[in-house]
């Protein structure tokens, strides 16, 4: 055992791990492009973007040198009373690739505070007119985050259980799958008469956590016209979706009803530096706009629009708007769908689904999210250089834009070659 491994052991409490398993962590030394090194010097491709964030690739160029231009010039400022130029350029830039309509930028540091602050917005903007609304809406097997409340919005219990008696109120409705959406339309109706709703929180047609579950787009069309309707306020959850994962700047580009509150983090800084940010429609904001001091968004934090991840995020904009980029989010978008022509028919294969950048297959073999079956999975892929992250039964892939084919085609074959030994191991 390294002295790394060793040092971590005694010190450090890692997330999502039971430590008691004894799992050992590997020792990541170097990243580069879509390339992790360990401190043995063996590479892995990094089929997942390190959880959605190193989307241009690990230590990009261009962000570095943007942020170390800034590094020079403002380190970090407190954000109430003050304010500075690299934040009046992002949320300058945000609003212009964000959905339309969306107006005003509050920053925060991760996708739990983006969307906490998210349904605090929903909250206060009925609070604040008066309105006697303090249910929120929310997917099933959705997931929003570890705070209080986008744990309460969340439905997956590995995370929860311990914590639920302290939720905020919550109803839940189905995803739409193209046979469902009139009895989801009619539910929804029976919950807002009896509990009247204050938002709608949603990843907007694909949810991460829930294993690339996929929505019928014309089904969650629906949903929001109705919830437009009745002054839902909605709360596009783009954590993990936004900038360009699903072939478009934002997944709400491809629905006709817009969100009145957008929640961005994880590849808004490129996989740099940790920041959150939640936009709104003036509509919202208005809300909030008032003599009374009681009726501002009392929320905060010691990083907001810390200048070093404004710099990091303004030049992944930049990026991600390039032409080159675009098409490179395209072109993985077609390998995703010749992969997924050659790998629907397997035997282990129940279902497989694509949108944009991430590609995602379903094993026909029953196993728990966090089993044996699974790490043997996960195992077999970091044995082949391969950094893919199975969710249960879920094999997934969401890569760095900058992949090569040769690259991309190497986690095929993998994929390829797992298929077949385990069908060996099954038959």
């Known amino acids: 055992m390294s002295n790394l491994i060793e040092k971590d052991q005694q010190y450090i409490w890692h997330p999502l791990t039971q430590h008691k398993l004894k799992k050992k962590m590997l020792p990541i030394k170097k990243a580069k492009g879509v390339i992790l090194t360990d401190e043995n010097g063996k590479e892995y491709i990094d089929g997942i973007s390190s959880w959605y964030t190193a989307v241009y690739g690990h230590c990009n160029e261009y962000i570095l040198q943007k942020v170390t231009e800034q590094m020079q010039q403002l380190d970090q ?28 930028i509050f920053f925060n540091d991760n996708g739990s505070t983006a969307t ?20 929120m809406l929310a997917f099933e097997e959705g997931f929003h985050g570890d705070t209080f409340g986008a744990m309460s919005v969340s439905d997956l219990s590995v995370y929860n259980g311990a914590f639920q008696e302290h939720f905020i109120a919550v109803k839940r409705i189905p995803v739409p799958n193209g046979e469902n959406t009139q009895e989801i339309l009619s539910q929804l109706e029976e919950i807002h008469q009896q509990s009247p709703l204050a ?14 579950k996929m929505h019928h787009e014309e089904g969650l069309e629906e949903i929001l016209k109705f919830c437009k309707s009745k002054d839902i306020i909605l709360v ?15 997944a709400s580009a491809y629905l006709q009803t817009q969100p009145d509150i957008v929640c961005m983090s994880k590849a808004l ?84 689904r694509c949108k944009g950048t991430i590609f995602a297959l379903d094993l026909s073999v029953e196993m728990s999210r966090y089993g044996n079956l699974r790490d043997k999975i996960y195992n077999y892929f970091m044995s082949k250089g391969i950094y893919l992250r199975p969710l249960g039964k879920t094999i997934y892939i969401a890569c760095p834009y900058v992949i090569s084919k040769s690259q991309l085609h190497r986690i095929y074959e993998a994929i390829l070659n797992l298929l077949d030994e385990l069908r060996e191991d099954v038959c």
């Open 77 to 104: 400022v407190v954000f109430s009373g003050f304010t500075h130029e690299p934040a009046i350029q992002l949320a300058e830039a945000l609003v212009n690739i964000l959905p339309e309509g969306q107006q005003k």
């Open 116 to 135: 906490e602050i998210g349904i605090k917005m929903a909250l206060q903007y009925h609070y604040n007119q008066q309105n006697n609304r303090k249910v």
């Open 199 to 212: 938002g709608f929180i949603y990843e907007p047609l694909v949810q991460g956590a829930a294993a690339m």
């Open 236 to 250: 596009a959850d783009e954590v993990m979706t936004g900038f360009g994962k699903t072939g478009k700047n934002f």
């Open 269 to 352: 800084t490129a996989g740099l530096l940790p920041m959150g940010a939640t936009s709104c429609t003036q509509k919202v904001f208005d809300a909030f706009y008032d003599d009374n001091i009681a009726k501002g968004l009392f929320h905060g934090h010691t990083y907001t629009a810390n200048p070093l991840a404004c710099s990091a995020a303004l030049a992944g904009i930049k990026l991600l708007t390039s032409p080159e980029m675009q098409q490179n989010i395209q072109q993985i978008h077609q390998h995703h769908l010749a992969f997924n022509e050659q790998v629907k028919n397997h035997p282990l294969v129940a279902n497989t």
